[in-house]
């Protein structure tokens, strides 16, 4: 197929049907704002198939003729034919303990989250009756749109409200997509550094959000003297109480620089890396540097990344009535902002106020390091896989048990 000659194929483990596609070019890719670099370009999962039901067999000639009229009548309606529904991620939802706080009632209602990505398209009917805040920072649409070559921020947002066949790990919340990244002369999804940033300023001054979610990144430069415009816009954000939520990078194994993605190198930022369904750090999940740019160390509970979160071969919306595959860390991030947008709901004292100045954050920071699953019983962080693995639960628990400081 055209455009598909450097990439491989690999059948999913529990379902061989299924497969993903790999395209081992664009590890470490980072000269630019994409959505790829920090989680891979989704492709389409296996077609729903149709099946027949299993034959009936007769001796009664009368009845035998009956039955071939019903089952004409049957045929011709489509009543003979079973569909299998797409797969889905419940592994990764059962192992980050959503559905313990799913059983608590909590769903993230009242809790607003500014996505920036791709945009979104509405066709998929796991999106009926999503009501969705939209921002078009690189076209003119009032209407939502998905200006992604592969609907990068349809899926995103699928893992977060879709409210049919999965449902989404906070469907309750208000959701803003602003679409900053969009399909380009290489078929990737891309966009500028200032257009990022003029989103993020967005959703804090316009959109007044809670949560800022990127699963987005550029690469760091760590010659630069004066930071970007990406990461001067979300550590204003986080600096007003404001949590965002970014992915770590796709760079992974041994080509890894070291570096997670822009901003997630911000120290307020919660910056996610990717963990498999095996519990094990997905192979091309950055690591993270200890150090600030001006080589002072970095301190508790702001090492990099900070926590790792379901990211391989997660199931999710595309458009129209289709679910695709994909895996990275955009996916990741996802996981957490819905984990966060529950934990809010449930302390709403945590959130933003016009007198914040970010404690809040490392309060809801702290208990995040304290309860995730750790990589052994010595370790307290670790540069690949951060803090631990998401345990919602055990994150509410911990946020239940200190007392605000904010």
């Given at each position: 197929?055209?455009?598909?000659?450097?990439?491989?194929?690999?059948?999913?483990?529990?379902?061989?049907?299924?497969?993903?596609?790999?395209?081992?070019?664009a590890v470490g890719f980072q000269d630019n704002w994409r959505s790829e670099v920090t989680g891979w370009a989704p492709k389409q999962a296996m077609p729903v198939p149709r099946m027949r039901r299993r034959k009936i067999l007769v001796t009664n000639g009368v009845v035998f003729s009956v039955l071939v009229i019903v089952m004409l009548y049957a045929w011709n309606s489509g009543l003979l034919f079973l569909e299998i529904?797409?797969?889905?991620?419940?592994?990764?939802?059962?192992?980050?303990?959503?559905?313990?706080?799913?059983?608590?009632?909590?769903?993230?209602?009242?809790?607003?989250?500014?996505?920036?990505?791709?945009?979104?398209?509405?066709?998929?009917?796991?999106?009926?009756?999503?009501?969705?805040?939209?921002?078009?920072?690189?076209?003119?649409?009032?209407?939502?749109?998905?200006?992604?070559?592969?609907?990068?921020?349809?899926?995103?947002?699928?893992?977060?409200?879709?409210?049919?066949?999965?449902?989404?790990?906070?469907?309750?919340?208000?959701?803003?997509?602003?679409?900053?990244?969009?399909?380009?002369?290489?078929?990737?999804?891309?966009?500028?550094?200032?257009?990022?940033?003029?989103?993020?300023?967005?959703?804090?001054?316009?959109?007044?959000?809670?949560?800022?979610?990127?699963?987005?990144?550029?690469?760091?430069?760590?010659?630069?003297?004066?930071?970007?415009?990406?990461?001067?816009?979300?550590?204003?954000?986080?600096?007003?109480?404001?949590?965002?939520?970014?992915?770590?990078?796709?760079?992974?194994?041994?080509?890894?620089?070291?570096?997670?993605?822009?901003?997630?190198?911000?120290?307020?930022?919660?910056?996610?890396?990717?963990?498999?369904?095996?519990?094990?750090?997905?192979?091309?999940?950055?690591?993270?540097?200890?150090?600030?740019?001006?080589?002072?160390?970095?301190?508790?509970?702001?090492?990099?990344?900070?926590?790792?979160?379901?990211?391989?071969?997660?199931?999710?919306?595309?458009?129209?009535?289709?679910?695709?595959?994909?895996?990275?860390?955009?996916?990741?991030?996802?996981?957490?902002?819905?984990?966060?947008?529950?934990?809010?709901?449930?302390?709403?004292?945590?959130?933003?106020?016009?007198?914040?100045?970010?404690?809040?954050?490392?309060?809801?920071?702290?208990?995040?390091?304290?309860?995730?699953?750790?990589?052994?019983?010595?370790?307290?962080?670790?540069?690949?896989?951060?803090?631990?693995?998401?345990?919602?639960?055990?994150?509410?628990?911990?946020?239940e048990s200190q007392s605000p400081t904010c």
């Amino acid at each position: 197929m055209e455009g598909l000659d450097n990439v491989e194929f690999l059948p999913e483990p529990d379902d061989s049907r299924i497969l993903s596609v790999i395209d081992s070019s664009a590890v470490g890719f980072q000269d630019n704002w994409r959505s790829e670099v920090t989680g891979w370009a989704p492709k389409q999962a296996m077609p729903v198939p149709r099946m027949r039901r299993r034959k009936i067999l007769v001796t009664n000639g009368v009845v035998f003729s009956v039955l071939v009229i019903v089952m004409l009548y049957a045929w011709n309606s489509g009543l003979l034919f079973l569909e299998i529904p797409p797969p889905k991620s419940e592994w990764a939802v059962e192992q980050s303990q959503f559905d313990d706080l799913s059983e608590m009632g909590l769903t993230g209602e009242g809790v607003r989250v500014c996505m920036v990505d791709t945009g979104i398209d509405l066709s998929n009917p796991a999106f009926s009756n999503l009501q969705v805040t939209f921002k078009d920072m690189i076209g003119n649409s009032n209407a939502p749109v998905d200006y992604g070559f592969i609907a990068h921020g349809t899926l995103m947002a699928g893992i977060l409200v879709s409210n049919n066949h999965q449902i989404g790990v906070a469907p309750g919340v208000e959701l803003a997509m602003v679409a900053a990244l969009g399909a380009d002369e290489d078929d990737l999804n891309s966009g500028s550094e200032d257009t990022v940033a003029q989103s993020i300023r967005w959703c804090q001054d316009e959109y007044q959000a809670d949560i800022i979610s990127l699963s987005l990144g550029g690469e760091q430069n760590v010659e630069m003297h004066t930071e970007g415009s990406s990461v001067s816009a979300v550590r204003r954000a986080v600096d007003s109480g404001i949590f965002v939520v970014a992915a770590a990078g796709n760079d992974g194994g041994s080509a890894d620089d070291g570096l997670v993605s822009v901003p997630g190198n911000v120290p307020r930022v919660i910056t996610v890396g990717a963990s498999t369904e095996s519990q094990q750090v997905w192979a091309n999940s950055s690591a993270g540097s200890q150090t600030l740019p001006n080589d002072d160390l970095r301190q508790h509970p702001h090492m990099k990344p900070e926590v790792i979160a379901p990211g391989q071969n997660i199931i999710s919306t595309g458009i129209g009535d289709t679910w695709f595959s994909s895996s990275g860390t955009s996916d990741s991030t996802v996981f957490v902002t819905g984990a966060l947008s529950l934990l809010l709901e449930a302390f709403p004292e945590y959130k933003a106020s016009s007198t914040s100045d970010g404690t809040c954050i490392d309060a809801v920071k702290n208990a995040l390091m304290i309860s995730a699953l750790k990589y052994d019983d010595s370790s307290i962080h670790d540069d690949r896989w951060g803090y631990g693995q998401l345990q919602a639960m055990a994150w509410y628990s911990s946020l239940e048990s200190q007392s605000p400081t904010c």
